[in-house]
């Protein structure tokens, strides 16, 4: 490849600084050649990859006759153009032998975000030649992310002086033994445990906490959008309320310590915590951390699955098939945590089979239907029917003589008419306008109307 001329490289550069700017099957080669360039570099990689798939052939045929910065930056760039085009996949596999120690390096980086059973085999067998230290640590970091069994007995087995690579094999056994143990069994909530009396907590959309209370027999409200309720037996009772988001188990609070790792774990893995979390779990009991307050704090949150790992084995961290969250609030002198709900699928909305952009939550459609009441004769009209959430929690909570819906948007018909299928029930629904159309003999509305924008 010839390089561009001094201007047509200068006009390239503030093209691809630009990120209006697509480059076309013409540009792409110049474009490739920015790559070499340390002050234009980041913006020629972002252009590659608005480009697409025309990209990834242009940077392989590059590739070999490539040197120094720009090869490593050429895998680079073809590692993150691999998550749209599986092709590019074989031709970093081969780059994790490559003489470029970065090219090696962003090689391993990039084929362990990608994943899949020869890669992970790829990684493996390099990882057990390597003599490099930062390779071998980027190594481990990938075979964390999308190895096998293999690959965790190797991991388990691994001898090191190198605190950081102790430090990584360790995060890697952690995030290898959780996705293996996901296609080993299933974990859920149990709502028919008999479970011990308790205290729980409805959480609900601000405002409905009048109505969640009356519907529950409930006496308190903690705070906006949380109600407080006594708890003496199973959870499926619970599920004649239509008006809870979620729910929550309140752990008993502790008095802050110097360590606050060590707190959480007592917390965690405390009798109360067993208790709730052995009692409504059916299979392996997975959970993710989350902080009242907001935030990630990734390198607290690491060391605290370790220690809950050692501390309670049978607890495993997976913050992406989890049946509990573990909410930490540390904003006090005294440690309060809850355990919410998290991987439980509800069987209260299960009609729910589509959605349309500013349709209603279930549980302000459920509330709006509670609200309206039910009688034999009421002939319903949702003259904004959107996703039909409305006339769905109408038509189940009593009979009706009717439901009519209507919207301008064919689309949300569709969703709508889906959603009431699945939830057995029949309703007219009429593509037209709200203004010039209105259901024969239609005595109840009960709508969320479009509030301009949004």
């Known amino acids: 490849m010839t390089a561009p001329t001094p201007d047509r490289r200068a006009t390239l550069a503030r093209a691809v600084a630009d990120p209006g700017f697509t480059p076309g099957r013409h540009d792409l080669a110049e474009v490739v050649e920015l790559l070499a360039d340390d002050d234009v570099a980041v913006d020629a990689e972002r252009a590659l990859l608005r480009a697409g798939a025309p990209a990834g052939p242009a940077a392989l045929r590059r590739l070999p006759t490539a040197g120094p910065p720009l090869r490593a930056r050429l895998v680079h760039a073809l590692g993150r153009l691999a998550g749209a085009d599986p092709l590019l996949v074989l031709p970093l596999r081969t780059c994790l032998d490559d003489p470029d120690p970065k090219a090696r390096r962003n090689a391993i980086g990039a084929l362990g975000k990608l994943g899949g059973p020869e890669v992970g085999a790829d990684l493996l067998a390099r990882a057990r030649a390597e003599r490099s230290l930062p390779h071998l640590r980027s190594l481990v970091e990938a075979l964390g992310k999308c190895g096998d069994a293999e690959a965790?007995?190797?991991?388990?087995g691994l001898v090191t002086e190198d605190p950081e690579l102790r430090r990584l094999a360790e995060r890697a056994r952690l995030m290898l033994s959780r996705s293996l143990g996901r296609a080993q069994a299933t974990s859920e909530i149990d709502v028919d445990a008999p479970g011990a009396p308790r205290q729980i907590v409805l959480l609900c959309r601000e405002g409905l906490e009048p109505l969640l209370r009356e519907e529950t027999g409930s006496h308190l409200t903690l705070s906006p959008g949380r109600v407080g309720l006594d708890l003496a037996g199973p959870l499926r009772p619970l599920l004649a309320s239509r008006l809870w988001s979620g729910l929550a188990f309140p752990l008993p609070a502790l008095s802050r310590g110097p360590d606050l790792a060590a707190d959480v774990v007592r917390l965690l893995t405390g009798p109360e915590a067993r208790a709730i979390l052995t009692g409504y779990t059916r299979g392996p009991i997975r959970y993710r951390l989350a902080w009242a307050r907001g935030g990630h704090r990734?390198?607290?949150?690491?060391?605290?699955?370790?220690?809950?790992?050692?501390?309670?084995?049978?607890?495993?961290?997976d913050p992406h098939a989890s049946t509990?969250?573990?909410?930490?609030?540390?904003?006090?002198?005294?440690?309060?945590?809850?355990?919410?709900?998290?991987?439980?699928?509800?069987?209260?909305?299960a009609y729910r089979s589509g959605d349309v952009p500013a349709a209603s939550h279930p549980t302000i459609a459920a509330a709006l239907a509670r609200l309206a009441g039910a009688r034999p004769d009421d002939v319903v009209w949702d003259p904004f029917v959107g996703s039909g959430l409305e006339l769905c929690e109408r038509g189940l909570l009593g009979p009706c003589a009717a439901l009519h819906g209507t919207d301008l948007d064919p689309r949300a018909l569709d969703v709508a008419a889906a959603n009431l299928r699945a939830a057995g029930l029949a309703a007219t629904l009429t593509r037209a306008d709200a203004t010039t159309h209105a259901p024969a003999g239609a005595n109840l509305i009960i709508t969320n109307p479009p509030m301009g924008r949004r």
Request: cysteine-free.
């Open 152 to 156: 965790l007995t190797w991991l388990e």
């Open 298 to 317: 990734r390198a607290l949150v690491w060391r605290l699955a370790a220690d809950v790992a050692a501390a309670w084995p049978a607890l495993v961290n």
């Open 324 to 349: 509990w969250e573990f909410v930490i609030d540390d904003a006090r002198e005294t440690l309060r945590a809850e355990l919410h709900l998290r991987g439980f699928t509800d069987p209260r909305f």
